[in-house]
């Protein structure tokens, strides 16, 4: 059965990785970044469970393990701050990378992620295409998860996908580092070759990847007899690319955004819409929720005895197929199977959930003003921004500048913050200058906020580039997360590779310090020289954590008692192998 209402499955399911394997690279694009919700993808690459969300060492042990191996592009002025300010989104700066518009007027809107695992046998790669973006949103989504391997020769089916990267690469409106940049090419040689597993169902010699907007690239053929259209936004030019013709249409969409066409545009149409009880009770390991509201984008083309069908990130609007950057996957499969009808035919699953779609009046009209200053906010974060810090010792001052000359929007204001200090609001144009910074409120996410005259805003985030800032900066980030013995030995535990959760912390009781002191039997000086041993680099971030944490009476509190008299020895032997290069 074709997208049943009663499956799901989670981001962070579909990035684990198989067993026996661990992250090596990754890349995601999307078109709206929540920067709290891309710490989740730092637990899956991990393998914490999805509850582990909530306790703040083992995010912490995810993201120091990922952010030098991920890289996110998503459309400038589309980067949301978070509810709360969790230092943590500090390690994940130099991974987030902002594009700008691809065209005036059009959008950098594709989501993805494409992943390589390693392990003891050969690397594999997953692509993961989505509808949803990289938010909290309890959406209708789809996903299409792919498997592969890494074959012998250069696949000319993967390279739409190697064009679209490369084209985000070359979009970013700061510089993507050299290592960072090589990193990524890396990954898509891998890709250039990979060989797919399809789902069941489909003919597997039949796989197409369609990359709009990508310069060299082709939109897809949707020429057919049947077409049904599953988006939540629809434009009369849009439905004539993705359903050409007079042949039989079913659209699926939003109520509210069907009502806005011209009156008449779907006459002779099967339309259907959620019915407003539809909800899919998420009550598990990520906490109570209700998905709710269409926001899956899926095309079915049949002709003859075959269907076509296509997911990813393009909706049903002219913008989608005439200039903005989009990712759609294309299926093959037999028409009883996989056809219109085996989706939302009479007797399909999905129909449970549909109800035939009446026009009404519209509820409320569009925020028109909100919309232009989420447009403004777009071509503004383009504008490459340039932090300095000014200081050598706390309290430190932060200057930023913009490389253009910036106009706030008619009749109101354009004002920037500091996500780490939001309480510092200045107004823009012109240079800035934060003081009174401590080493961890320094950061390269600039909060803007955009006000009309009438006092409706917006804000996003924009990043800027940053130098002079102290080389300690991201370890102070660390210490700053460890503030109990209990958190420093969970830390030191999953630094070692011996997952330990705070509910085992919990669990130990009174007890609980001395219990984690030791592990099985072996001695945390028996684990600390082994790691000298096998992984002696894994123990270079370690020591900035306790630099850290000795600088000071109350960092010092932090510490086990007896564990620094065992970690000079620990750190006298690392200190020597990293100089003889036995440690590299």
């Not at 509210?256 to 909800?279: F, I, K, S, Y």
């Not at 001052?397 to 204001?413: H, N, T, W, Y």
């Not at 409120?441 to 800027?464: M, N, P």
């Not at 109350?554 to 065992?566: I, M, N, S």
């Amino acid at each position: 059965m074709l997208l049943p209402p009663d499956g799901r499955t989670l981001l962070t399911d579909v990035l684990r990785p198989p067993a026996g394997y661990r992250l090596d690279r990754a890349v995601a694009t999307t078109f709206t970044l929540e920067l709290d919700s891309l710490l989740t993808a730092p637990l899956a690459f991990a393998a914490h469970a999805l509850r582990d969300q909530d306790d703040p060492i083992s995010v912490m042990d995810g993201v120091r393990r990922c952010a030098d191996r991920i890289d996110v592009f998503c459309q400038a002025g589309q980067i949301a701050p978070p509810p709360g300010n969790s230092g943590l989104l500090l390690l994940l700066e130099q991974a987030i990378h902002p594009v700008r518009r691809p065209r005036p007027g059009k959008l950098f809107h594709p989501k993805m992620w494409l992943v390589r695992y390693v392990g003891d046998d050969d690397p594999l790669l997953r692509l993961v295409v989505l509808s949803r973006n990289m938010t909290n949103d309890r959406s209708w989504d789809v996903c299409l998860s792919l498997d592969g391997v890494i074959g012998t020769r250069t696949r000319s089916q993967n390279v739409p996908v190697v064009k679209l990267l490369r084209h985000a690469i070359d979009l970013a409106t700061q510089p993507v580092p050299k290592q960072r940049r090589a990193a990524v090419e890396e990954l898509l040689r891998d890709l250039h070759r990979a060989v797919w597993q399809l789902p069941e169902g489909f003919f597997q010699d039949e796989l197409y990847f369609h990359a709009l907007g990508v310069p060299g690239v082709r939109r897809p053929d949707f020429t057919g007899t049947r077409h049904l259209v599953m988006s939540p936004f629809v434009t009369v030019d849009g439905l004539g690319v993705c359903a050409p013709g007079d042949g039989h249409l079913t659209v699926i969409g939003r109520q509210e955004e069907l009502d806005r066409l011209p009156e008449g545009t779907l006459d002779g149409c099967q339309v259907l819409v959620l019915n407003d009880l539809a909800a899919l009770d998420l009550d598990d390991e990520s906490g109570p929720a209700r998905l709710t509201g269409l926001h899956a984008k899926t095309y079915v083309v049949e002709y003859g005895r075959r269907a076509r069908v296509m997911v990813g990130s393009a909706n049903a609007t002219d913008a989608a197929f005439t200039g903005n950057v989009e990712l759609l996957v294309e299926l093959v499969g037999s028409r009883d199977r996989l056809g219109i009808d085996a989706m939302a035919g009479e007797s399909a699953g999905l129909r449970a959930i549909l109800d035939d779609y009446e026009r009404r009046d519209l509820a409320e009209p569009e925020d028109e003003v909100g919309r232009q200053l989420e447009e403004y906010l777009r071509d503004i974060a383009t504008v490459p921004f340039r932090a300095s810090v000014r200081t050598r010792d706390e309290p430190h001052e932060l200057r930023v500048r913009a490389a253009e000359k910036l106009s706030p929007p008619p009749g109101g204001r354009l004002m920037v913050a500091l996500l780490t200090r939001p309480d510092l609001v200045t107004d823009l144009p012109g240079d800035v200058v934060f003081s009174g910074l401590s080493t961890t409120e320094i950061t390269r996410f600039l909060l803007l906020t955009a006000v009309a005259g009438d006092g409706t805003s917006r804000r996003a985030v924009a990043i800027a580039s940053l130098t002079g800032d102290p080389s300690d900066r991201l370890d102070r980030v660390l210490a700053e997360q460890v503030n109990t013995p209990e958190k420093f030995l969970q830390f030191l535990m999953l630094l070692l590779g011996f997952g330990v959760s705070a509910d085992a912390v919990a669990v130990a009781g009174a007890d609980g310090v001395a219990g984690l002191w030791r592990r099985g039997g072996t001695g945390v000086l028996e684990l600390l020289l082994g790691a000298l041993a096998d992984r002696p680099a894994q123990l270079d971030e370690l020591a900035g954590l306790v630099r850290q944490l000795a600088a000071t009476d109350r960092g010092r509190a932090v510490l086990p008692e007896g564990f620094l008299d065992l970690w000079q020895h620990v750190d006298q032997v690392r200190r020597e192998l990293r100089k003889s290069g036995a440690g590299a």
